[in-house]
T-cell receptor, first 113, second 118 residues
Framework: DAGVIQSPRHEVTEMGQEVTLRCKPI?????LFWYRQTMMRGLELLIY????????DSGMPEDRFSAKMPNASFSTLKIQPSEPRDSAVYFC???????????FGDGTRLSIL | AQKVTQAQTEISVVEKEDVTLDCVYE???????LFWYKQPPSGELVFLIR??????QNEISGRYSWNFQKSTSSFNFTITASQVVDSAVYFC???????????????FGIGTKLQVIP
C-alpha cells in the first residue's frame, strides 16, 4: 500500500510568493495532520482534520497560513505571502483512527529566500 | 495537560554498544498511548511502536526493546548492539484517550539525536 504522499519534496521560492503544499493521505485514514519541523521549535502541529473537517487549527501561525481538505484523499497547506521565517520542513501525516499511529509523508523542505 | 520529556538531546555511542533513550511522560489520564518514531538523516518520520497504558509488558523487536513503567511514567527505548544505521533522531510521543478540544491530541517530545560512531 502507498504511504502518505507529499509534494513537492523541495520548494525554494522568494519571499512574498504563494506556496502550496500537497498531501495525499493513506486510503481509508480519516485523520490528517499537518506539522512543521524546525531546529528551534521541533515538531509543531499546525492543523488537524477529521473526516475532512478541520478540528484544531490552533497551531496555524497566522492568517498567512491556510489549509483545506476538499475530499478524503487530498489536502493542501497554503502560505500566502510567504516569509523567510516560514522556512522549515512541513510534514503531512494520517492515521486510521484517533489513538492509532500516525504515518508520515516524506515531508516538504521549504526554503523562502 | 500532557507532556513528554526527552532529557537527552544528543547521544553518541560506538558501534556495537547498547544505548537507552529515555522518555518520561505526564498525563492525568489512566488511558493513553505511547509511541516511538525514528527520523533518519534522510528526514522521513518512521513509526516504530505503539503501546497502550494497560499493557505494561515490555516488547522486543530484534535489536530494539521498549521498557514501559507506569510507576515512573517512563517509556524507554533500548537499542542493543547499535549500528551506524541506527543513527537518527528518535521521538517519543503521547496521546491521551480522552478528547481534548475535540480529539485525542498527540504530543511529541523534542527528540533525541543518536549518533553511532563506527
Amino acid at each position: 500500500d502507498a504511504g502518505v504522499i507529499q509534494s513537492p519534496r523541495h520548494e525554494v521560492t522568494e519571499m512574498g510568493q504563494e506556496v502550496t503544499l500537497r498531501c495525499k493521505p493513506i486510503s481509508g485514514h480519516n485523520s490528517l495532520f499537518w506539522y512543521r519541523q524546525t531546529m528551534m521549535r521541533g515538531l509543531e502541529l499546525l492543523i488537524y482534520f477529521n473526516n475532512n473537517v478541520p478540528i484544531d487549527d490552533s497551531g496555524m501561525p497566522e492568517d498567512r497560513f491556510s489549509a483545506k481538505m476538499p475530499n478524503a484523499s487530498f489536502s493542501t497547506l497554503k502560505i500566502q505571502p510567504s516569509e523567510p521565517r516560514d522556512s522549515a520542513v512541513y510534514f503531512c501525516a494520517s492515521s486510521l483512527l484517533q489513538g492509532q499511529p500516525q504515518h508520515f509523508g516524506d515531508g516538504t523542505r521549504l526554503s523562502i529566500l | 495537560a500532557q507532556k513528554v520529556t526527552q532529557a537527552q538531546t544528543e547521544i553518541s555511542v560506538v558501534e556495537k554498544e547498547d544505548v537507552t533513550l529515555d522518555c518520561v511522560y505526564e498525563t492525568r489520564d489512566t488511558t493513553y498511548y505511547l509511541f516511538w518514531y525514528k527520523q533518519p538523516p534522510s528526514g522521513e518520520l518512521v513509526f516504530l511502536i505503539r503501546r497502550n497504558s494497560f499493557d505494561e509488558q515490555n516488547e522486543i523487536s530484534g535489536r530494539y526493546s521498549w521498557n514501559f513503567q507506569k510507576s515512573t511514567s517512563s517509556f524507554n527505548f533500548t537499542i542493543t548492539a547499535s549500528q551506524v544505521v541506527d543513527s537518527a533522531v528518535y521521538f517519543c510521543a503521547l496521546s491521551e484517550a480522552r478528547f481534548s478540544g475535540g480529539y485525542q491530541k498527540v504530543t511529541f517530545g523534542i527528540g533525541t539525536k543518536l549518533q553511532v560512531i563506527p
